[in-house]
């Protein structure tokens, strides 16, 4: 028995290296150069505007997308609106005048001492209540009908600034069930600065929508209170507030993830899914640079990402794999991974027969010997990656930054959190130096300044890299002691 047992393996592992090449041939066949590119040069063309999610030719890239998808032979998903999942997206522009004066206090003005974030505009004099932290018990214990609630910002515990943010819609869907007129949260926490927050909220956002029945629809505004002496005065019997917001604008969008799958050939394996997934939205057009150019391409800021699941459809629709692929391009990575996030709690497919989530999302390269993986090292499928990069005659990398939290930072972690092993595949990248930060989120990021043998190899890699995944008998598991390990177990019932 032991005899067998590794001359088994001894076959096995002379066996793999032939594979390997036969399905690195298949894929060189697949993927031409010509054809390839040219799905890129339109992704990144001046036509699609920057490919902005709050803007229109985001559909274009949206259908076109759907089109190479369905050219190749890839088949629609059930619950999708042909190739689309209508993502209910929600933009939110600063009005173009608010005050406030509370009590008797100094009057107060948007952009400077408070942040109009959301909600209709809005002018009188109104009742002040304060509810504490804005907890469901805290607004059972007053009467907020008809009145601003005066809540602090957060919570009693510490929290990180996106927790803050979610913590505050929680709070308004609150306020509105009991009726209250807007929400004010008094901002008394040393970090985030509040100038820091200024530049970064005193602008026009965009959050996933809600329907009409659940969306406040309520004025509100953040203030600075970093002494906790407003929150004191309007919890004063009789306060009152007048408050003055002027033209403010709220728009519904209807955002589209480009969603695609291709059925495995394994008889018990199909019922498995390799998610492939990369953002398609870039950040559209802004100030004219010295040349006057203001359109942002975004060609290494995704649409080398996005050229990546078009020739996986055509790819993987003529080279089947074991298990199923699952083609997704997201939208608004850009605003906030908002069409990831949507899927991620509306997914097509059930999230515990999704076995691995191989993103791609990108802000430049520094070096074309590499691939850079981010999450390399904390899951059980390194060694598959790695055997598909060096094909390709390149090398293999971890994060380079991990101070910059990039992992978090992708469209990967909405999966992460739901517990599928999910890493982040990159362009060659050594961290954020001159080179790269040329190209990241600025007017330069295009097709005629990128390598494009380059491109092949990575999008090659790629592939090779799926194909492994996709057929290897045992599923990907994440690190013993990960953060997400538990919650992996917990999904698929290890």
């Known amino acids: 028995m032991l005899r067998k047992t590794l001359y088994l393996t001894a076959l096995a592992a002379m066996t793999c290296p032939f594979v390997l090449f036969a399905q690195k041939a298949e894929i060189d066949q697949s993927i031409q150069k010509e054809e390839a590119t040219s799905h890129f040069r339109f992704l990144a063309s001046d036509e699609l505007m920057g490919r902005d999610a709050a803007r229109s030719e985001i559909d274009i890239a949206a259908r076109y997308i759907a089109e190479q998808f369905r050219q190749y032979g890839a088949q629609t998903v059930s619950g999708a609106d042909e190739y689309y999942q209508h993502v209910p997206l929600r933009l939110s522009a600063p009005p173009k005048s608010g005050s406030m004066v509370i009590g008797d206090t100094e009057p107060l003005t948007h952009g400077q001492d408070m942040l109009v974030l959301d909600g209709a505009s809005l002018q009188g004099e109104f009742e002040l209540v304060v509810a504490g932290y804005g907890t469901e018990e805290d607004f059972d214990q007053v009467d907020v009908k008809g009145k601003i609630v005066v809540v602090r910002v957060g919570g009693a515990e510490k929290m990180n600034p ?17 009726g209250a007129l807007g929400l004010v949260e008094m901002y008394n926490l040393p970090n985030p600065p509040w100038p820091l927050l200024i530049g970064y909220l005193n602008k026009t956002q965009m959050t996933l929508g809600q329907n009409e029945e659940t969306s406040p629809g309520l004025p509100y505004i953040w203030v600075k209170d970093l002494n906790n002496e407003l ?13 003055e917001v002027l033209g403010k604008v709220n728009k519904q969008i209807d955002g589209k993830n480009v969603i695609a799958l291709i059925e495995g050939t394994d008889p018990e394996l199909k019922d498995e899914y390799l998610m492939l997934s990369a953002h398609y939205d870039h950040i559209g057009v802004g100030k004219p640079n010295a040349e006057g150019d203001s359109i942002y391409n975004g060609a290494r800021d995704n649409a080398v990402g996005t050229v990546a699941l078009i020739n996986a459809a055509k790819y ?20 906030g991974l908002l069409g990831s996030a949507y899927y991620s709690e509306n997914p097509l497919i059930p999230l ?90 600025q007017v330069p990021d295009q097709v005629d300044n990128f390598d494009l043998d380059y491109a092949m190899k990575y999008w090659k890699a790629y592939l090779l890299t799926a194909e492994n995944i996709a057929n290897d ?20 019932g290890n």
């Open 162 to 178: 996106s927790a803050l943010f979610a913590a505050g819609r929680d709070k308004l869907a609150l306020a509105a069930e009991h």
């Open 231 to 243: 929150i004191k005065t309007a919890d004063q019997a009789g306060t009152k507030v007048q408050i």
């Open 316 to 335: 993987f629709a003529e080279n089947p794999p074991k298990r199923s692929i699952l083609l997704c391009a997201w939208t608004a990575e850009e605003k």
């Open 352 to 441: 515990n027969k999704v076995i691995y989530n191989l993103n791609i999302d990108n802000g430049g390269y520094n070096d074309i010997s590499r691939i850079t993986v981010i999450g390399l090292g904390r899951t059980s499928a390194d060694h598959l990656i790695e055997e598909a990069v060096t094909a390709y005659g390149l090398e293999t990398h971890g994060d380079p930054s991990p101070e910059q939290g990039l992992y978090d930072r992708s469209d990967n972690v909405n999966f992460a959190k739901k517990g599928i092993p999910a890493p982040t595949f990159s362009l060659g990248f050594t961290g954020f130096d001159e080179e790269l930060m040329k190209y990241y989120h």
């Open 473 to 492: 008998p045992s599923k990907p598991k994440w690190t013993p002691g990960d953060k997400y390990e538990e919650v992996g177990n917990e999904l698929y």
